[in-house]
């Protein structure tokens, strides 16, 4: 009887510790290992690098994002530059095969996606989730520039940045707008009024410090760090696009405040004109992009989108500008092809080149080629009839996107400097 005893006991303590020691490894996964960050992937071998701050942020943002069903996409400069280094083997990735965090590890205070705002249907319910989940978020708005034309609808605010902090890291969600010359369009972040100037480093955001314009991107679906996310399917043409964003408006108030001293022309001629010239002012604008050429609005077209933001009726032509470092050799075969002769060409590459085309209605086309010299740029002109040479002297400048005529186009950014320079600090009744 003693024996039975005895082995019952032992088999009871057998058990006993083997439960012990069961329990003690399910703790050990399901508590101290997911506490700690380091879960056990179903993917083979460690996964490295996934307990980052940075990385736990940017995945509760894809799950909140994925969850209301907002069309995010990445547009970070730096990870984007890493996914590009590597681009087609991120594309092969497939979800959950990782087992190194590379890119949304890399120590950064910020990661920036943006969202085109049209494609959004809840932003409010989107906001409350967001801050459910343990996001403390901070919404910029502003004016909408868009309606800055019209005096009834000229103050309405919309939204232009949100920033989520979560522990140590935050997203910087960029707001997209949509924009009548088929492009996308960022506002200035400015903080107002008793905004926590430390609630982040915002001197360090990339986007924001002025309104940006871009390109609308195709997006494509990758696998970054086991997270589903949207990119631009052309990484490198966004991350060109990036440094040379910058965007300023139209002054429609001033405008306004011209239309009211001198009556804006509205006769058939005058409008006439105006048509004709927006024409060849945007087949210009293809067959330049064609050719990979930089141009900005010059003379008197400048003068019209910077004083009344429209092409000015008497002008009877459009003028652009082009460095002469962006000059091709094809340039006047190009506007031949597209049907556009050549009327006049004065000067030589290496000297005041200046060239003249004849657009439909006897609308013609001037473009000026700017040389650079160490304090200033300058431009030539030679008169017609007589043969006669000019020097233009201007301050140095450089380019803006700004909306004209419903395009997207440059202009000088110091652009009251540039127009100083051409026609002296009084246009106002020219």
Known sequence: MSRINKNVILALLTLTSSAFLLFQLYYYKHYISAKNGAGVSKSKGNRIGFDSTQWRAVKKFVMLTSSQNVPVFLIDPLI????????EQVKNISHGSTSECKFFCVPRDFTAFALRYHLWKNEEGWFRTAEN????????????????GIDSLSGTEI?????CRLANHAIHLVV?????????????????????????PFRKLQFGRYPGAFDRPELQQITVDGLEVLIPKDPVHFLEEIPHSRFIECRYKEARA?????????????????????????????????????????????????????????SKDVDLGIFIQDYKSDIISAFQDVGLPL?????????????????????????????????HMWNGGTQ???????????????????????MKIHVPCETIDYIEANYGKNQQGM
């Open 80 to 87: 984007l530059e890493l996914i590009n280094k590597d681009f």
């Open 133 to 148: 989940m343990g996001f403390q978020c901070l919404k910029v708005e502003s004016k909408d520039p868009r309606l800055d």
């Open 159 to 163: 939204p232009l940045h949100y920033i």
């Open 176 to 200: 997209f707008h949509e924009r009548s010359g088929n492009y996308l369009w960022h506002g200035h972040l400015r903080l107002k009024g008793r905004v926590d100037r430390k609630f982040v």
């Open 258 to 314: 011209f239309f009211q001293q001198y009556l804006d022309d509205n006769t058939v001629e005058a409008m006439a004109f105006r048509k004709s010239a927006k024409e060849l002012l945007q087949l210009a604008a293809r067959t330049l992009k064609k050719l990979g050429v930089r141009f900005w609005l010059s003379s008197g077209t400048c003068l019209g989108w910077y004083r009344q933001c429209n092409i000015i009726p008497y």
């Open 343 to 375: 009327k006049h060409k004065f000067g030589k590459v290496e000297d005041s080149l200046e060239l003249s085309f004849q657009g439909k209605d006897d609308v013609k086309l001037d473009i000026f080629f700017f040389y650079e010299e160490t304090d």
């Open 384 to 406: 017609a009839k007589t043969g006669k040479k000019f020097k233009y002297l201007f301050p140095k400048f450089t380019l803006c996107w700004t909306e004209f005529v419903d």
